[in-house]
């Protein structure tokens, strides 16, 4: 079904079973107990729905899955490209217009999250549309409020829409993503209210446009950043990996291997955006901006090839691969803020700006580990898709492997013995790498390839480490690596379809039981991307 933008349905209709069960198909599959499930639960919200708002003439209801993003994490706001499955874990909301600007949204869930409500006129009032990243920089939302996601997706909308005052809705949400767990939750929960909050205006916008829009509306939460999980959910499609990358956006769909699963294991411990954690995703990201700016000041020549991240690699940049690990040597392993306003003058607003969003690192920003785990991550993002697809699952897990060791901070062995690890890039290893660059053994020369660069963005914990280190030892499974910004959340493990009750058995012995933690495992099937459902 492709119903118009103005199409609204009585909430019978809604309940139409037949209707739901063959619109549910196109998104899940022909299974019946998954169809089953989802039919029963989407009719409970339309059931609640109604005792919250009273009975609707229209009303509709729209979906966002979770992503999963199996490789290419911490650069798609960069521009590098990012590899994404739209998993069977979702936001829905049940929606219907106002007549006036007033957002009123409740959860379906009872005592888990307050009632929110609040007028678009009044938080956005007209003079101030038009420049949304101003607008953000001087408000200051309420931490922790969960309708922050909401008002991200309304608010954003109003102001690329700026000269119409548009209406408001009434939500009702649910949804079975865990929460603050690396399957961003909360980008689901903001596409799913702009698509929402489209339905309840009349309005359409292209794709690619949405993305844009999307990604850039949770900002408001304060975090800064890219649109990689709000493209996912979007373009994502059954069965398909989605390779995507930006500046400018492209999206390629590429069929999912059939005898492999992904396998979510969910470490239990929370990173939440909206708290303490925002600040160490916002300093990560600014150690790009800082690195790209003092590579361009030392090297000026270099300066109209480096527009992004992704720039930096002998291909783009026109250079061998030991001259890129000179430039990588001559960025400092940690600089202070006042270091950097000394060093770009004619840059302080810039680095300003960057500073505003998160709190100086006690030690200074570790720019040279972090750029070489970027340039090294996007090397690995490019070709995982062409690797996963011609089957060579060697190379897909040691893509996997090192990317998760970029962002280790400690290892276990096999007894379970943990240790610290150390993924700083001093100068000593980067001569090593120079040399081996240069060598005319080829065996060094394919040890220094970017793509084997680890780097240390340093954004795992203890819990993650040992999930990717219990997973390696099993039998069948490809590769592990974290999802999400890091800091918690969840590990996600490529692993054969046969092999896969190992895999849960192992984690639950040596991760869960140990910690005293109830299991939590998640078995992935691929889904359908955003939209209404009926």
């Known amino acids: 079904m492709n119903p118009s933008p103005d199409a609204g349905l009585p909430a019978q209709t809604l309940k139409d079973v037949v209707a739901l069960q063959n619109r ?5 599959g022909p299974d019946p107990e998954r169809i089953n499930e989802r039919l029963h639960a989407y009719c409970a919200l339309v059931d609640n729905f109604e005792k919250i708002y009273g009975p609707q003439d229209r009303m509709t209801l729209v979906r966002a899955p979770a992503r999963i993003n199996l490789k290419g994490v911490h650069i798609d706001h960069r521009g590098g490209h990012v590899n994404y499955v739209t998993i069977d874990r979702e936001i829905v909301m049940a929606v219907s217009r106002r007549d006036d600007d007033v957002v009123v949204v409740h959860d379906q869930e009872e005592g888990r999250f307050a009632p929110g409500r609040f007028s678009i006129g009044e938080d956005l009032p007209p003079k101030v549309r038009g420049n949304w990243l101003a607008y953000i920089e001087q408000t200051h939302p309420t931490q922790g409020d969960w309708s922050n ?7 954003r909308l109003q102001d690329h829409f700026r000269d119409t005052s548009l209406r408001g809705m009434n939500l009702l949400v649910s949804g079975n993503i865990p929460i603050a767990a690396g399957l961003s939750s909360s980008s689901a929960l903001v596409v799913a209210a702009s698509e929402a909050f489209l339905w309840a205006n009349g309005l359409s916008l292209p794709d690619d446009l949405k993305t844009t829009l999307y990604g850039e509306g949770e900002w408001y939460v304060g975090t800064r950043g890219g649109a990689g999980d709000h493209a996912a959910m979007i373009f994502g499609k059954k069965d398909h990996l989605i390779r995507l990358r930006f500046f400018p956006l492209t999206v ?6 059939p005898d492999y699963r992904v396998v979510v294991c969910n470490s239990l411990r929370q990173a939440h955006k909206a708290d303490g954690a925002k600040s160490t995703f916002n300093e990560r990201v600014a150690n790009y901006e800082i690195a790209l700016l003092l590579l361009r000041h030392r090297f000026p020549l270099l300066a109209e090839r480096l527009r992004h991240l992704p720039d930096l690699n002998p291909r783009d940049a026109g250079i061998g691969v030991g001259e890129l690990y000179a430039l990588v040597a001559d960025l400092p392993e940690r600089i202070t803020r006042d270091a950097l306003l ?19 690192p006690p030690q200074g920003y570790r720019v040279r580990a972090v750029c070489l785990f970027g340039i090294a991550e996007c090397e690995r993002s490019r070709v995982y898709a062409d690797y996963l697809s011609s089957g060579n699952m060697e190379t897909v897990g040691r893509l996997m492997y090192l990317s998760h060791d970029g962002d280790r901070v400690v290892s276990f062995d096999g007894d379970g013995v943990c240790r610290p690890w150390d993924n700083r890039t001093s100068d000593a290893y980067l001569q090593r790498l120079v040399a081996d660059a240069e060598s005319s053994d080829p065996i060094r020369r394919s040890g220094a390839e ?16 040992h999930l990717v280190d219990i997973a390696r030892t099993v039998s069948g499974v490809v590769g592990a690596n974290l999802t999400g910004a890091g800091l918690g959340g969840c590990v996600l493990v ?5 092999a896969v009750q190992t895999l849960v058995e192992a984690v639950e012995t040596r991760y869960y039981v140990p910690r005293d933690l109830p299991p939590s495992v998640m078995v992935c099937a691929s889904v359908q ?4 459902i009926l």
């Open 149 to 155: 996601y909401i008002r991200a997706a309304v608010l």
């Open 342 to 360: 000394r060093t770009l003058p004619t840059h302080a607003d810039r680095l300003e700006h960057l500073f505003r969003t998160h709190t100086e």
């Open 529 to 532: 991307g955003a939209g209404r």
């Open 252 to 257: 390629e769909a590429l069929p999912f291997p």
């Open 494 to 498: 490529l692993v054969r379809e046969d």
């Open 24 to 28: 549910l198909k196109t998104i899940f």
């Open 450 to 465: 970017l793509w084997r660069q680890p780097g240390g963005y340093r954004c795992s914990c203890e819990e993650l480490d």
